[in-house]
């Protein structure tokens, strides 16, 4: 079982922080993010669920409240602030946070529609050490395929750095659109993130089956018998099955 998730931090006070080093050449830095929305969610089923989402970096975790059936828009607004995490240099180069998209269940382990990830290292290289409003493509596993996407704001702040301003923590993303992020499971570093992405919509689709004919009928000891027939259809990953016929 996963250890009970940390207390949310405090708000800002000012727009400059200044932490004092630690021994052995480790450096106390500060994440912050917020998460807007996930949008266009592939599901188990394929039909709306629970989403939540779980932030991890560094042995801290944060997680979102649960919403109620949503796949197309979940919107959470949560925001956290991490003060302390005290990393050497290279650790800091390679470290990453990590973005979990659950839906939850409630008997079984939380299904993981999709996850992604960004370096530390990277969003600090930013100007003002943030990445504002992108959309993160959430995948599953090694599987190649979206199965959904995030919307996020990520900051990170060494020693001596000043913290966004809640201004530029809330940019739209026309606001950054010559300043791309990366999307560490592209192929290749130069891979573009994109900062304008057009989440799909639902639609519906209803089909009518009126009736079948000159079904074929099956010998038995009492002579033919007629069968109790039934129709599945399936389309779009979905699949419904009408009752089954005397």
């Known amino acids: 079982s996963r250890s009970a998730l940390p207390a949310?931090?405090?708000p800002l006070h000012g727009d400059c922080w200044f932490p004092c080093k630690a021994s052995w050449s480790m450096e106390t830095?500060?994440?912050?993010?917020?998460?807007f929305e996930a949008g266009a969610l592939q599901t188990e089923d394929g039909y709306p669920c629970d989403p939540g989402v779980l932030?991890?970096?560094?042995?801290h975790a944060s997680q979102t409240r649960w919403l109620e059936c949503r796949q197309q828009v979940a919107t959470f607004n949560s925001d956290w602030i991490w003060?302390?995490?005290k990393l050497h240099p290279r650790q800091f180069a390679a470290a990453s946070i990590e973005f979990k998209v659950l839906a939850r269940r409630w008997f079984f382990r939380n299904y993981l529609i999709g996850k992604a990830s960004l370096q530390l290292s990277?969003?600090?290289?930013?100007?003002?050490?943030?990445?504002?409003?992108?959309?993160?493509?959430?995948?599953?596993?090694?599987?190649?395929s979206i199965t959904g996407m995030l919307n996020v704001t990520i900051f990170v702040v060494r020693p001596g750095q000043q913290v966004p301003s809640a201004s530029l923590r809330e940019q739209t993303p026309d606001d950054w659109s010559n300043e791309p992020c990366i999307d560490e499971n592209e192929p290749?570093?130069?891979?573009?993130?994109?900062t304008t992405v057009e989440v799909p919509q639902g639609h519906h689709v209803e089909i009518y089956i009126h009736r079948a004919l000159d079904l074929p009928t099956t010998a038995s000891l009492f002579g033919e018998s007629k069968l109790d027939p039934f129709v599945t259809v399936e389309f779009g990953g979905y699949t419904l099955k009408t009752p089954i016929m005397d």
């Open 83 to 85: 003060w302390n995490l």
């Open 188 to 194: 290749g570093p130069e891979t573009p993130f994109e």
């Open 122 to 144: 990277f969003i600090n290289s930013h100007q003002n050490c943030l990445c504002a409003r992108k959309w993160l493509r959430l995948r599953r596993n090694n599987n190649p």
């Open 29 to 35: 830095c500060l994440v912050g993010f917020k998460i």
């Open 55 to 59: 932030v991890e970096c560094c042995g």
């Open 8 to 10: 949310r931090a405090s």
